[in-house]
């Protein structure tokens, strides 16, 4: 597989603070690639380097060949970006955000195929912040996929939703995964790595300390001698409260 991203010796500074330090990997072209660790780990800034959102103060980058520092602004139109909390526009509804943002980018875009696809047809002519938080987390992804990216990049996209639009959630990655959109996201929620990520970098104090399949490291930890003091169920109480309350996404 070809490598999308390119990251060697990336490093972030803020005075005598480096929250990203020497971090280097590779993403490759169509997978889903996590980054995890606990708060502070530097995944975020990791991210917004990438997206050129944030300076870059060591090593290089590059997204489908192209260097982040020399060329953003070709990098930014294969890129969509999905941010923990989102701004749009006030008095502004969700087809009208979509056809400006299109505009934006100098593209056109059939904005009902792009609600639908989010699971926001009804919502078309309704304003952003009349939406509840999984509805702006699904229009946050639909805005990130205006300009059809290559690469989509999501910041914790599932943070606060309810069992229901988690699992929505998760669909829609997958459903973009085949699209072959190259999906580079972080979550604090690891069933949800395990779930959708083909590979998973580990990070702590702004390094990189692992990197594998999900399952290959599971296998390393087992290999060790590592046990559970529980027996690990076949089911869990999200899967009670799924199966009972349904799949369907609530307003």
């Given at each position: 597989m070809v490598d999308i991203i390119r990251a060697e010796n990336l490093t972030k500074r803020y005075g005598r603070k480096t929250?990203?330090?020497?971090?280097?990997?590779?993403v490759r072209e169509g997978e889903v690639f996590g980054i995890l660790g606990p708060n502070g780990a530097g995944k975020t800034t990791t991210l917004e380097m990438i997206e050129t959102?944030?300076?870059?103060?060591?090593?290089?980058?590059t997204?489908?060949?192209?260097?982040?520092?020399?060329?953003p602004k070709a990098v930014k139109k294969i890129i969509g970006v999905q941010m923990q909390s989102s701004a749009f526009y006030e008095k502004v509804n969700l087809r009208e955000q979509l056809q400006l943002l299109a505009a934006i980018y100098g593209v056109s875009v059939?904005?009902?195929?792009?609600?639908?696809?989010?699971?926001?047809?009804?919502?078309?002519n309704e304003y952003p912040e009349k939406l509840s938080g999984g509805q702006k987390q699904r229009f946050s992804i639909a805005s990130a996929l205006v300009n059809q990216p290559r690469v989509l990049f999501l910041d914790e996209p599932t943070t606060g939703l309810?069992?229901?639009?988690?699992?929505n959630m998760w669909d829609l990655i997958k459903r973009l995964q085949k699209r072959n959109i190259t999906i580079v996201l972080t979550t604090h929620y690891m069933e949800e790595a395990q779930m959708l990520c083909d590979r998973v970098a580990i990070m702590d104090d702004g390094k990189i300390i692992v990197m594998d399949k999900p399952r290959k490291l599971i296998k390393n930890l087992l290999d060790s001698g590592f046990k559970k003091k529980e027996v690990v169920q076949q089911a869990d109480l999200e899967d009670v409260f799924i199966n009972l309350t349904g799949k369907t996404l609530r307003k």
């Amino acid at each position: 597989m070809v490598d999308i991203i390119r990251a060697e010796n990336l490093t972030k500074r803020y005075g005598r603070k480096t929250p990203v330090k020497d971090v280097s990997f590779t993403v490759r072209e169509g997978e889903v690639f996590g980054i995890l660790g606990p708060n502070g780990a530097g995944k975020t800034t990791t991210l917004e380097m990438i997206e050129t959102l944030r300076t870059i103060d060591g090593g290089t980058v590059t997204v489908d060949g192209i260097d982040v520092v020399k060329n953003p602004k070709a990098v930014k139109k294969i890129i969509g970006v999905q941010m923990q909390s989102s701004a749009f526009y006030e008095k502004v509804n969700l087809r009208e955000q979509l056809q400006l943002l299109a505009a934006i980018y100098g593209v056109s875009v059939d904005v009902t195929q792009l609600l639908s696809e989010v699971e926001l047809t009804e919502k078309a002519n309704e304003y952003p912040e009349k939406l509840s938080g999984g509805q702006k987390q699904r229009f946050s992804i639909a805005s990130a996929l205006v300009n059809q990216p290559r690469v989509l990049f999501l910041d914790e996209p599932t943070t606060g939703l309810d069992p229901q639009a988690r699992r929505n959630m998760w669909d829609l990655i997958k459903r973009l995964q085949k699209r072959n959109i190259t999906i580079v996201l972080t979550t604090h929620y690891m069933e949800e790595a395990q779930m959708l990520c083909d590979r998973v970098a580990i990070m702590d104090d702004g390094k990189i300390i692992v990197m594998d399949k999900p399952r290959k490291l599971i296998k390393n930890l087992l290999d060790s001698g590592f046990k559970k003091k529980e027996v690990v169920q076949q089911a869990d109480l999200e899967d009670v409260f799924i199966n009972l309350t349904g799949k369907t996404l609530r307003k």
